[in-house]
């Protein structure tokens, strides 16, 4: 049976979400072609229908899950964030949690189209993060940007750190608790520190 360039799209779209999440769960040498399209009920020759390369999937994969970690991530506050992502039930969710902290080892060591994939993703991640300063100052956005851009490398860092424990490790949980106790710490005195924002009439 003939497959409707619409049914084309749609297998694609569900091998590239498959793919995100086990890239997630095991990296993007853990999982092979073969097995990828398995999963997504799908033959293995039909793969190179819609890829060329297994590294054009690991791509388009990448882009897939980051634009979803920042779409979860739009409109929380940073305490709302951190209190979510630096969480024993996001280190256990790998396969659904954020692509940035599953997979930036793996990305660096990566061609240069996937660690461009993470650079857009990353900073998306921060846009969606950072809240307006309140002026139009330069330095102030700056700083704006540098508390968020340190955060969530702390963030990131302690999730990365407490999955490398065995599970059920006393060690990794408190990783995580040190961690996001430190870094809402952080944020409090960032925020207590920051002048007010000035009013159109100021």
């Known amino acids: ?34 097995e990828l399209m398995a999963a997504a009920g799908f033959t293995h020759g039909g793969f190179y229908k819609h890829f060329r390369s297994k590294a054009d ?6 882009a897939s899950g980051l634009s979803q970690t920042a779409a979860r991530t739009e409109g929380l506050g940073l305490t709302e ?6 969480s024993r039930e996001h280190r256990d969710g790998r396969g659904d949690g954020c692509t940035i902290a599953a997979l930036s080892g793996d990305a660096a060591r990566q061609p240069a189209d996937i660690r461009t994939e993470f650079a857009a993703g990353i900073e998306n991640l921060l846009t969606a993060l950072q809240a307006p300063s309140g002026t139009s100052e330069d330095a102030d956005q700056r700083a704006a940007r540098a508390m968020v851009i340190d955060m969530l490398a702390h963030s990131v860092g302690a999730v990365m750190l ?12 408190e990783i995580l608790e040190v961690c996001r106790k430190e870094i809402l710490a952080s944020l409090a005195h960032d925020s207590s520190d920051r002048p007010a924002a000035r009013s159109p009439e100021a």
């Open 1 to 34: 049976m003939r497959v409707t360039k619409a049914q084309a799209e749609q297998n694609r779209a569900h091998i590239v979400a498959t793919a995100a999440r086990l890239f997630r769960e095991r990296g993007y040498d853990g999982v092979g072609v073969a």
């Open 162 to 173: 407490s999955r490398a424990c065995p599970d059920g490790s006393p060690l990794a949980d």
């Open 81 to 86: 964030f951190v209190e979510s992502y630096v």
């Open 57 to 62: 999937l690991m791509a388009e994969a990448s």
